[in-house]
């Protein structure tokens, strides 16, 4: 079945206490994003790779870093959490990129106290 | 600022009505356009790509696109309960960057 899949799904954690959201997709998709989605704000990108080794910063990047060494995986680390950084996360993937359509995994739930 | 604006609703239409869910763009060298279908506590799932001028229709789905007024509709005709859930319209203008709308409630009531 081709999917997006995200570990964990639900996440609590305390502040500063480094943390990796994992994304893989098995559809052989060049492009992969990131993105966090708060009420009243919207879905809002935060990295994305256009392919293996190549990222690029979203809209809201500050806080995050990711890695792109496989094509399938594009793992987000958030160093040093913070409460403002408590959200739903998505990551999602292209087979062209962020000017086609764009397959969600099924979201990371993540609360920093 | 590229902004994409939706009216938030909820947009409430009775079992087997039309729903017309609108979205405006600011950039106007945006070139593609896509509804989302968001239900609660799930990821989005693309219902419609659109990128040029007109109407696209799949199913009981049609997508509208005028880029001179930049706006971009969605109409669901004969809606079902099931077709209630947040419809997220998204803007891309070749920039790797789509700019999400913050969604449209809809609810369709037996």
């Known amino acids: 079945e081709a999917q997006v899949t995200q570990n964990p799904r639900y996440l609590i954690t305390v502040t500063g206490k480094k943390l990796t959201v994992t994304c893989s997709q098995n559809m052989n998709h060049e492009y992969m994003s990131w993105y966090r989605q708060d009420p009243g704000l919207g879905l809002r990108q935060i990295y994305y790779s256009m392919n293996v080794e190549v990222t690029d910063k979203g809209d809201v990047p500050e806080g995050y870093k990711v890695s792109r060494k496989e094509k399938r995986n594009f793992p987000l680390i958030l160093e040093s959490p913070s409460p403002n950084q408590t959200s739903l996360y998505f990551c999602?993937?292209?087979?062209?990129?962020?000017?086609?359509?764009?397959?969600f995994g099924p979201g990371t739930r993540l609360t920093v106290t | 600022q590229k902004e994409v604006e939706q009216n938030s609703g909820p947009l409430s239409v009775p079992e087997g009505a039309i729903a017309s869910l609108n979205c405006t763009y600011s950039d106007r060298g945006s070139q593609s356009f896509f509804w989302y279908r968001q239900y609660s506590g799930k990821s989005p799932e693309l219902i419609m790509s659109?990128?040029?001028?007109g109407d696209k229709e799949d199913g009981r789905f049609t997508a509208q696109l005028n880029k001179a007024s930049q706006y971009v509709s969605l109409l669901i005709r004969d809606s079902q309960p099931s077709d209630s859930a947040t419809y997220l319209c998204?803007?891309?203008?070749?920039?790797?960057?789509?700019?999400f709308g913050r969604g449209t409630s809809l609810i369709v009531h037996p």
């Open positions: 998204a803007v891309s203008r070749g920039s790797y960057i789509p700019t």
């Open positions: 659109i990128y040029s001028n």
């Open positions: 999602a993937s292209s087979p062209w990129g962020g000017d086609y359509e764009q397959y």
